[in-house]
């Protein structure tokens, strides 16, 4: 089968800004170009999402009208992992040998609080508050924490952690470290947590030039290859976003789903990863998915969190850039950016966030209402 690279990468900072998430996406495309050595005229397709951003496909009026096949991508946090799903398929496939995958987004402030008749719920379910995703979250970690002994401890130094990352990140929005216990004493949001513990809505793009292994050697393009991305969907049971029941003991989360499809298809194991970016809308959705994508057993994040085996210098580096907590999550953009940083981590040009070892690196974004993608790069 072909094989499939990431020859360009880049962003435009996550924050809040002037210039519209169109404009902030368009920034994106026009680094990676530049990083890939590549013209957008020579581009085979384009898969790009946003949210609340604008049309992606309104980029053609800025970059240039070629007759490039442009494709909107919405599949809600997961839409920057699907877009590069799509790209690497197109690849994969033989239908193309170069390309663009984009996202971006430009969100108002405070909490995603969508219609539950967009999401064939009824009218009550909003009317109570259910769609607020912030309870969501509040009320799955607290179940969590319940059955696996995590500690509200666990939950602020995980922020930590991020915070401090994001300090190091020239693109991160939260450049400014905050301690647990400030954490712990913030506001409270939803039982357990607090102001800190969140990643707020924002703004920001990102873009990556994907290539075909000849077309990548023709550019002589720094490259990164792509391993595996799988997108998969929740299943009857599973605890998920703007599900209007749960049932104890139900099937594989979708994470849990998307995350062994890409090991079996990078023929590698959890082990073997040297640095991952995954889902953090909060700091226990952290938690709980690196339990869900194989990095630990369920309960274990306690003795790991406290000992500093997900920081930077640890055994199992994680959200390398201070994840959604410290960017940030502007939908389109959130699930590339996680890709862009590990793009980052394998050429080493991370800077003072570089992990020790960069062979291979993994990213896992979620999204209502529950759907998971998972994407494992190689150098």
């Known amino acids: 089968m072909p094989k499939v690279y990431i020859i360009g990468a880049g962003i435009h900072p996550f924050g809040r800004h002037e210039t519209s998430g169109l404009e902030q996406g368009v920034f994106a495309i026009n680094q990676a170009l530049r990083d890939a050595g590549a013209e957008w005229g020579d581009m085979n397709f384009v898969f790009g999402g946003s949210w609340h951003g604008g049309h992606p496909d309104a980029a053609l009026s800025l970059l240039g009208l070629t007759g490039v096949q442009f494709v909107n991508v919405l599949n809600g946090c997961a839409t920057g992992g699907s877009a590069l799903q799509c790209g690497y398929s197109a690849i994969k496939a033989g239908d193309a040998d170069l390309g663009v995958v984009m996202g971006f987004d430009k969100h108002a402030k405070g909490a995603f609080n969508e219609l539950p008749e967009d999401w064939g719920l009824p009218a009550w379910y909003g009317e109570a508050g259910f769609m607020l995703t912030t309870q969501y979250f509040a009320m799955k970690i607290q179940r969590y924490m319940a059955l696996y002994g995590v500690s509200r401890r666990t939950l602020a130094l995980t922020a930590e952690k991020s915070y401090r990352n994001g300090a190091l990140a020239p693109h991160a929005w939260r450049k400014q470290p905050i301690d647990a216990d400030t954490i712990l004493r913030s506001q409270m949001v939803n039982d357990p947590l607090t102001k800190y513990m969140f990643c707020s809505p924002s703004e920001g793009g990102v873009a990556l030039v994907l290539a075909s292994e000849k077309k990548m050697r023709q550019l002589g393009a720094d490259a990164v290859e792509v391993r ?15 599900a209007p029941a749960f049932e104890s003991g139900g099937g594989k989360s979708a994470t849990e789903l998307a995350s062994a499809a890409a090991y079996e298809l990078a023929g590698v194991g959890p082990a073997q990863i040297d640095v991952a970016q995954i889902q953090d809308t909060e ?27 997900t920081g930077l210098r640890g055994s199992r580096p994680i959200n390398t850039d201070g994840g959604c907590i410290a960017c940030g999550e502007p939908i389109g953009a959130s699930g590339l950016r996680q890709v862009y940083e590990n793009v980052m981590q394998l050429r080493g040009q991370a800077g003072a966030r570089q992990v020790a070892t960069h062979e291979l690196a993994y990213s896992q974004v979620y999204g209502a209402p529950g759907v998971s993608a998972v994407a494992i790069l190689g150098r």
């Open 228 to 242: 595996a991305v799988t997108v998969r969907s929740r299943v009857s049971g599973s605890f998920e976003v703007f």
């Open 283 to 309: 700091s226990g959705a952290e938690v709980m998915h690196m339990a869900e994508n194989g990095f630990c057993e369920h309960g274990e994040q306690e003795r790991l969190i406290a000992g500093g085996e």
